[in-house]
């Protein structure tokens, strides 16, 4: 089992920058493929990226692609999301999740463990 924390949101003009960070609890964090999505007011959760346990392989989603990017650190239990060019839609709660398996899935119902999430605000 793993818990999750996520830090670094915050209120940021359109054009600049926030990284995020997730912080995980427990000595199997390297076995968890770990994503990031986010949610909306009123929308369904989104997939916006997602890192193997290596760290080898990363996916993202087609709105965020070429502007986020996603990194982990398995001897400190981090999973961070650099986000650039941020654009007012980016507005949502962002969550990590973990899944204890091998294959990267992008669908909210394959991560077992979830953050309680940080907002991220973006200004025009």
């Known amino acids: 089992q793993v818990q999750l924390v996520e830090s670094g949101g915050g209120l940021v003009q359109a054009g600049g920058s926030l990284r995020l960070s997730c912080a995980a609890s427990?000595?199997?964090?390297?076995?968890?493929?770990m994503g990031w999505f986010r949610q909306a007011p009123g929308k369904e959760r989104e997939f916006v990226g997602a890192i193997s346990r290596s760290g080898g392989s990363t996916y993202y989603g087609d709105s965020v692609k070429g502007r986020f990017t996603i990194s982990r650190d398995n001897a400190k239990n981090m999973v961070y999301l650099q986000m650039n060019s941020l654009k007012p839609e980016d507005t949502a709660v962002y969550y990590c999740a973990g899944d204890p398996g091998v294959v990267v899935f992008t669908t909210p119902a394959r991560y077992d463990y979830w953050g309680q999430g940080t907002q991220v605000t973006v200004s025009s």
């Open positions: 427990g000595r199997t964090f390297s076995s968890y493929v």
